[in-house]
């Protein structure tokens, strides 16, 4: 079985941390921790960037945000992810052209150059982004 490498958007560790449910009930927390449960049974990666870390520190402090992370880092299932000048740039375009947050679109970028599949619960994947890269929701993942 070869491995897979997933590219979390903000919004899905902030599911897991908080067990956040959705306007309309669905339990995105429990599909969030069974997404990490799958990754961590079937040895797979999750990619990240300095862009996660500062959209958690927007509402966690360095302490709970090395506690969400460590875990994975001493599992080897999480790996750090440089942001180079031409993804920023490229991510920078996309998200003036399409009035679309500039992290969601740098996340995009990332996903497919690293060949990883990109999991949010944000709509605007679905419908705005498409035709750069797939995006599923935790719950669809097998």
């Not at 990754?39 to 990240?48: E, H, Q, T, V, Y």
């Not at 960037?49 to 994975?72: P, R």
Request: aromatic share 12%.
């Amino acid at each position: 079985m070869t491995e897979k490498m997933y590219l979390l958007d903000t919004c899905i560790w902030r599911d897991f941390y908080e067990d956040r449910f959705s306007k309309i009930g669905r339990p995105l927390g429990k599909y969030a921790t069974d997404l990490f449960m799958k990754i961590l049974k079937n040895k797979d990666k999750i990619l990240f960037s300095e862009a996660l870390i500062w959209e958690l520190k927007k509402d966690y402090e360095e302490k709970d945000i090395n506690d969400m992370l460590n875990l994975l880092f001493l599992n080897k299932t999480l790996i750090r992810i440089e942001i180079n000048k031409e993804e920023y740039l490229e991510a920078k375009k996309l998200s003036q052209q399409r009035n679309i947050p500039f992290i969601d679109c740098l996340n995009v970028i990332h996903a497919r150059n690293y060949k990883s599949i990109m999991v949010s619960q944000d709509f605007h994947y679905l419908k705005d982004l498409s035709d750069i890269i797939e995006s599923v929701k935790p719950e669809q993942i097998s």
